[in-house]
């Protein structure tokens, strides 16, 4: 979701239920999308990706959606763990020979136990 | 190896110091990242290296000064730095676009700046 300020969305769960965090982007030539994990103290971690071709891929316990017509991405956790909590940033970038990476606002995620 | 290695972890600095943050990467890997993340804010692009020339630079003031000086390495030189610059330092690196999986950014843990 988006965030106003200096608040980052939050998202808190019980351990054991899925997750859907989500994201909107803005940049209509985006092709390529990419959720990353980031735990305290620690650089983003590549969790899973999509291309503007596919609207849905899955991973170990993750789905990624693609909706390309409201620009929308969403990022479902299966049976969500301690382990999992983490701000989640979504990213886009247009392809082809664009370096430029940019970063969505992050959503907290906490799993109580 | 999937490693990207920044040093220092922590920096403290005062305004007049010069100080470097250091990056390493030994995946082969041709293009080379600096961003600048504040707190509860998302990374923000710095700087791009693509077979070590600069080819991106996001109107990032002169105080600090990106260097690479081959195809492992990536410095960002610091000089005359304001408080306001204190922040998460973090370098990535990637296949270079359109040569493989692209986009895919990884990531180090960062040099976190503080300037007092």
């Known amino acids: 979701g988006e965030s106003v300020g200096l608040h980052l969305p939050t998202l808190s769960v019980q351990e054991g239920d899925n997750s859907i965090i989500n994201c909107a982007y803005s940049?209509?030539?985006?092709?390529?999308f990419i959720w990353y994990k980031q735990e305290s103290g620690k650089g983003p971690q590549f969790i899973i990706d999509?291309?503007?071709?596919?609207d849905k891929r899955q991973g170990q316990r993750v789905t990624v959606l693609l909706n390309k017509t409201v620009k929308h991405l969403s990022l479902q956790i299966a049976a969500t763990q301690p382990g999992d909590s983490a701000v989640y940033f979504c990213?886009?970038?247009?392809?082809?020979?664009?370096?430029?990476?940019?970063f969505g606002k992050g959503t907290l995620l906490t799993v109580n136990p | 190896d999937t490693e990207v290695t920044q040093t220092p972890k922590h920096l403290v600095m005062g305004m007049t110091n010069k100080k470097s943050l250091k990056c390493e990467q030994h995946?082969?890997?041709?293009?080379m990242y600096w961003y600048k993340q504040k707190a509860k804010k998302p990374p923000e692009l710095m700087f791009v290296?693509?077979?070590?020339?600069?080819?991106i630079n996001e109107s990032v003031p002169s105080r600090f000064s990106p260097e690479c000086p081959n195809s492992s390495l990536l410095n960002l030189h610091l000089h005359a730095l304001q408080p306001e610059d204190s922040a998460l330092y973090l370098c990535?690196?990637?296949?270079?676009?359109?040569?493989?999986?692209?986009?895919?950014?990884?990531f180090g843990e960062g040099s976190r700046l503080t300037v007092l």
């Open positions: 290296y693509s077979y070590e020339k600069l080819s």
């Open positions: 999509i291309r503007s071709n596919m």
């Open positions: 990213a886009e970038t247009g392809g082809g020979s664009n370096y430029k990476l940019t």
């Open positions: 990535a690196s990637s296949q270079v676009p359109g040569q493989g999986r692209d986009g895919e950014l990884f």
């Open positions: 995946m082969g890997h041709r293009a």
């Open positions: 940049n209509s030539a985006s092709d390529y």
